[in-house]
């Protein structure tokens, strides 16, 4: 089983609308959540760590649910800017460990 | 400030044969690591350095994969020799330590082995 699982899309939405993307994990222990944003060919570039408590920047939003093992990530109000694929990431309980998901892309359609 | 450099930017070569792979990571950052991230994949964790120690290598094929990081500062990744599955672009990264979580990637080295 794979350490972090995001449903790769690809998410096609139109500007103005509200996504949502989820990601599970396996190991109940693991201790640490982020969000990374990649664009076409560039290096990922962290957009956002998730706490217990949900948190909020901007338009995004990220929520952690340990219980189910899973964590997600909401965009409102999307922009064309935000086309990229949307990389879930999980840091293992011995803190060393980076898992990343696959991806998620997002299409933004004016 | 300076990013996380690396290079060469892209690399083609045969099966086979042997290529080196050079990271600067952001002046300051102890943790360095290098990741492979094939196509439509995330990026896997290859290697992880603090400073000059190995954290983790548990995913480095060693068979074929070598990485240093002699004077806790730059780093090189190894393949020798090539295969075709290692097409992929490697990615190294720096963060200020193993428990600073955001991590800085650099460009990465796109390689293609034919």
Known sequence: RKEVEQDPGPFNVPEGATVAFNCTYSNSASQSFFWYRQDCRKEPKLLMSVYSSG???G????QLNRASQYIS???RDSKLSDSATYLCVVNSNTGNQFYFGTGTSLTVIP | ???VAQSPRYKIIEK??????????????ATLYWYQQILG???KLLIQFQNNGVVDDSQLPK???????????????K??????????VYLCASSLSVRAYEQYFGPGTRLTVT
């Open chain 1, 55 to 57: 948190n909020e920047d």
């Open chain 1, 59 to 62: 338009r995004f939003t990220a």
């Open chain 1, 73 to 75: 990530l909401l965009i």
């Open chain 2, 1 to 3: 400030e300076a990013g």
């Open chain 2, 16 to 29: 086979r044969q042997s290529v080196a792979f050079w990271c600067n990571p952001i002046s300051g950052h």
């Open chain 2, 41 to 43: 994949q995330g990026p």
């Open chain 2, 63 to 77: 068979d074929r994969f070598s990485a240093e990081r002699l004077k806790g500062v730059d780093s090189t990744l």
């Open chain 2, 79 to 88: 393949i020798q020799p090539a295969k075709l599955e290692d097409s992929a």
